[in-house]
């Protein structure tokens, strides 16, 4: 089964009554078990339902129908290529570091990974139509994703390989205004000092850090939300 599939015939169940306000549903596996469908197809299906209002997702105590349906600004993060194109503008993407390296000290605070743990750093570019638009600075946890450490980068950008790769269970996402360093006036073609849209977004799958990116956009970028 699709993951729409699933999707619907979990909302059938609660509307119907079958799984009323405030119940326990079967964990992922077990409806992995039931549907015949890998975990990360259940888990999409889920995460959208919980992304609605519908069900309340935690860590360790499970998913449960809510007793009332949470209406809430909805953030559209599109893949940035995406995004550009959807602009009507051609996108281009470019590598410009990629690293093995210890996770920083703060990143391991932040990301809850153990000492001497590994992640690929990477710096990437992304532009419409020639036009710098966003600076992309982003660590992979190793242990989450060892493959990473034998991609490249150089072709397809970190973001579209994660999303092809990964599931996420968890997400935290920042929102800041930040002044550009003179690094980052360098990279997005505006003055030092200028002010930037600033995102942050780290992801865990099934409690461990998979994760953690800033991203920086152009002077004037601008994000919608609806609810």
């Known amino acids: 089964m699709s993951y729409r599939d699933i999707k619907a015939d979990v909302l059938r169940r ?12 079967p964990s992922e596996l077990e409806l992995c078990d039931e549907y015949g469908s890998a975990r990360a197809t259940v888990n999409r299906a889920l995460r959208e339902l919980a992304d609605e209002g519908v069900l309340d997702r935690k860590r360790k105590s499970g998913t449960r129908v809510r007793a009332v349906p949470l209406r809430q600004a909805r953030f559209d993060i599109p893949l940035t ?3 550009v194109e959807g602009n009507g503008a051609s996108y281009r993407y470019a590598l410009v570091k990629r690293a093995v390296e210890p996770a920083p000290d703060w990143l391991r605070a932040r990301m809850g990974l153990q000492a001497g743990a590994q992640v690929v750093q990477l710096t990437c570019m992304h532009f419409a139509d020639g036009t710098p638009f966003q600076h992309e600075a982003r660590w992979i946890n190793l242990e989450a994703l060892p493959q990473a450490r034998e991609q490249r980068f150089e072709e397809v950008g970190p973001n579209e390989w994660l999303v092809e790769t990964v599931p996420f269970s968890d997400v935290e996402i920042g929102f800041s ?20 849209f600033q ?4 992801t865990w799958f099934e409690g461990k850090a998979v994760t953690y990116v800033r991203m920086c956009f152009q002077p004037g970028y601008r994000m919608k939300t609806s609810y």
């Open 81 to 83: 290529r995406l995004e």
């Open 177 to 196: 205004a930040v002044s550009a360093s003179k690094e980052l006036a360098g990279f997005l073609g505006c003055q030092a000092g200028e002010a930037l």
């Open 14 to 25: 609660i509307t119907s009554g079958q799984w009323p306000p405030g119940h326990l549903i």
């Open 199 to 202: 995102m942050e977004r780290s």
